[in-house]
């Protein structure tokens, strides 16, 4: 079998497009303009590219977006300050601060000081205790963008036997509640797990979601089987680098019946969900009905 590459870029371009629609409607009908805060902590070169994309997304959709670049030696004081400060702000609907934080900062304490309501990351304990009681909750933006590719792909998900390698608190475990959702068997597998082989080969579903380059091979991967690749490493190559995945994509091509590329795969649906969130909190904070199609 020759797997069918899920196009992840375009189909964050379809969900973004969605959004802007949503936008569009909110400020026509409604006069409100959904807005999305995003705070960088320090220098990490990744995640001001990360936050940069953000930014001139949330304009491309038509949201307001407000940027608040802290240097890396921000106190825990002043850092809360400002999230209670953006917390209290109307036009702010969606707040995100941006991961890693300088390790001197509390990553948990800054998450769970945001609003519920506004936490378009789905990281704070209430959403993760709302998601993992299967209530409606603002749900993690990588495994959302995750399980919308799995439903494009497969339709129903239910009864499918999925695995996710990886327990994350931002990818693995959300990813696993959103399947127990579909009424998939989940195994969530990961270092420890006795012959992960075995586990993976039994699966319909593979989330690979551990941060080791192509560590799942071809052959552990079963006839058919549908691979979503969460994994973005950077490997030497050659003069210089080149991203692969967890999952050995050719190999594991070879087999299954559809897999998503790195990059180009998951990694564009994770900014797209977080503007799909942010139209989903501005809509929930309005009393107003939920964009169709944008949630879990
Ligand atoms: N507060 C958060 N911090 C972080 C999150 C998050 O969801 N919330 N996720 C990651 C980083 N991230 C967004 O913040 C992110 C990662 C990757 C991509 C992406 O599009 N990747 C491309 C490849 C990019 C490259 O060339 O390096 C791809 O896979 O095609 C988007 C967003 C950690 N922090």
């Known amino acids: 079998m020759s797997a069918q590459i899920i196009d992840g870029k375009a189909f964050a371009a379809e969900v973004r497009a969605k959004v802007a629609g949503h936008v569009d409607r909110l400020k026509e009908e409604q006069g409100i303009t959904p807005g999305l805060a995003v705070v960088l902590v320090g220098e990490d070169p990744a995640s001001e590219v990360y936050v940069r994309s953000k930014g001139r997304m949330t304009v491309e959709v038509g949201m307001a977006s407000f940027e608040h670049r802290l240097t890396a030696d921000t106190s825990e004081e002043e850092l809360l300050t400002l999230v209670e400060k953006l917390n209290a702000d109307p036009k ?126 071809g052959d552990w991967i079963k006839e058919g089987a549908t691979v979503i690749d969460v994994g973005i490493n950077r490997i030497p190559s050659g003069e210089k680098t080149r991203l ?49 199609g944008l949630t879990a």
């Open 92 to 217: 702010v609907h969606g707040i995100l601060v941006q991961l890693p934080l300088p390790p001197h900062l509390d990553s948990n304490l800054v998450i769970n000081s945001i609003d519920p309501a506004k936490d378009v990351d789905g990281f704070h304990i209430s959403n993760v205790g709302l998601l993992g009681t299967g209530q409606k909750s603002m749900v993690p933006c990588t495994p959302l963008g995750c399980l919308m590719m799995l439903r494009e792909q497969l339709g129903s998900l239910s009864g499918l036997d999925a695995v996710v390698i990886g327990r994350s608190n931002i990818v693995g475990k959300p990813m696993a509640n959103l399947l127990l959702g579909e009424s998939c068997t989940v195994t969530i597998a990961h270092s420890r797990t006795k012959d992960l082989a075995e586990v993976v080969r039994r699966a319909d579903i593979v989330v690979a979601a551990v941060g080791r380059p192509e560590m799942v091979p």
């Open 244 to 292: 692969v995945g967890d999952v050995a994509f050719e190999s594991a091509a070879a087999r299954a019946g559809a897999i998503t590329p790195v990059p180009g795969g998951v990694g564009p649906m994770t900014i797209a969900c977080l503007l799909a969130n942010t139209v989903t909190a501005c809509c929930r904070a309005n009393g107003l009905a939920e964009p169709e």
